[in-house]
């Protein structure tokens, strides 16, 4: 079994030689993969820049001639049906990376060509900052922070090699992770801390029917892996608890994407959704003078949540049905009118219904006909309010077999 071991060979080409050897002298093949494009490499490389270059149209002394983030595309251009190449073939079975921010960066970029399942590891210096979040975007990259820059030959840089080299030899060890579907369906679901209770509801009620329920965090890169499978057909059925990602590009949140829901709705699978969470905005702790006046809930020491006005959650409503109104198949949303979370049940200070019923009105006038939208006399974190949602998934998949 073959593992890929990427890396800019101008610059780390000794500290990757040595990856490699830890590697190989767990029993297992390399191919090293030199990503570097300005000056020469310092040791040698079983996929060369100049076979990158070939890939991509160009010679290595045009990439090298372009600005720096060109130069970086076209290495990506070349490389990525080289890495597909060589694993659809059956010659690359896991990778490893070890650079800098922009090593890191193209690396995760070629790891995204590699299935779900296949080990994916990064050796960073970088890996606790900002940028880290858009490598591992909906890929499953195991990020190992190290701390000191991973550059020189010192007891530091040798252990941390030692241990990468071994957690990926371990993973390698491990059963390939291959898709298994249930016979009846697989269902993606989305959830989060505020809405737990409500999802491990649904999925009792799903998996004693016999459908495999595969569930997704509801931050930002857990919803947008989810889409990124949906759009390739791993998914029978999607059941959206907390749809937060439509809140967040709405209201320029760092979590948020403008194509939120739009995978889905292209995809013409059976979509329920529920507003788990929705009516609340996140509120970061520089930000809070900026929401004077409003109740904030706490949902730890760094991460804060004030509920939506009424015209913020009726633009919300709109919003929503826009893009609701893209989709192929059956939508299903299912409204509980006391309490859309642990934080605003009924009684509590975030409960707003004035604001919640906003969002339903402005969901109901601006929805196509066929988009059916019920709100049940529950809270969202009630076993009553999940079996409704299991209710709609019954209706809208006996129709899909009618």
């Given amino acids: 079994m073959t593992i890929a071991v990427l890396g800019m060979l101008e610059k780390r080409g000794k500290e990757i030689e040595y990856l490699k050897g830890c590697i190989e002298r767990k029993g297992y093949r390399t191919i090293v993969v030199d990503l570097g494009r300005e000056s020469e490499p310092q040791i040698e490389a079983d996929i060369t820049r100049g076979q990158i270059a070939k890939r991509a149209g160009m010679s290595v002394e045009e990439i090298r001639a372009l600005p720096r983030h060109e130069g970086q595309e076209v290495v990506l251009k070349g490389l990525l049906p080289i890495i597909r190449d060589l694993h659809e073939k059956g010659e690359l079975r896991a990778a490893i990376c070890l650079g800098g921010t922009t090593t890191a960066y193209m690396a995760s970029v070629a790891m995204g060509e590699l299935p779900f399942g296949v080990p994916k590891f990064i050796i960073c210096s970088a890996a606790a900052a900002p940028p880290a979040r858009r490598w591992l975007a909906k890929k ?126 292209q995809s013409g699978i059976p979509y329920i959704l529920a507003p788990g969470g929705i009516n609340l905005l996140s509120v970061a702790a520089y930000q809070k003078s900026d929401f004077k006046g409003r109740k904030i809930f706490a949902m730890d020491p760094y991460r804060f949540l004030t509920h939506m006005n009424e015209e913020e959650a009726g633009r919300l409503g709109e919003e929503m049905a826009n893009k609701l109104n893209e989709a192929k198949g059956p939508v299903r949303f299912i409204i509980p009118v006391r309490g859309w979370s642990t934080a605003d049940p009924v009684g509590s200070e975030m409960y707003d219904p004035e604001a919640d019923k906003a969002f339903t009105e402005a969901l109901r006038k601006k929805s196509k006909k066929g988009i059916e939208i019920r709100e049940v006399e529950a809270w969202l974190e009630e076993q009553k309010f999940a079996e409704e949602i299991v209710a709609a998934f019954d209706e809208v998949m006996a129709e899909r077999t009618a």
């Fill in 140 to 265: 499953d990259i195991v990020l190992m922070n190290t701390v000191v820059h991973v550059i020189g030959n010192n007891w530091m840089i040798r252990g941390l090699m030692q241990q990468a080299a071994a957690a990926v030899c371990a993973m390698m060890e491990a059963p390939p992770v291959v898709p298994v579907k249930s016979k009846i369906g697989t269902v993606a679901m989305t959830l989060y801390g505020n809405a737990e209770r409500c999802a491990m509801y649904v999925r009792e009620g799903l998996e004693e029917k016999g459908y495999q329920v595969v569930s997704f965090h509801a931050y930002g890169p857990g919803e947008e892996s989810m889409e990124d499978m949906v759009s390739k057909g791993i998914f029978d059925t999607v059941i959206d608890i907390v749809p937060r990602r439509a809140v967040e590009s709405l209201f320029g949140r760092a979590m948020g994407s403008k194509n939120a829901l739009k995978p889905i709705c």
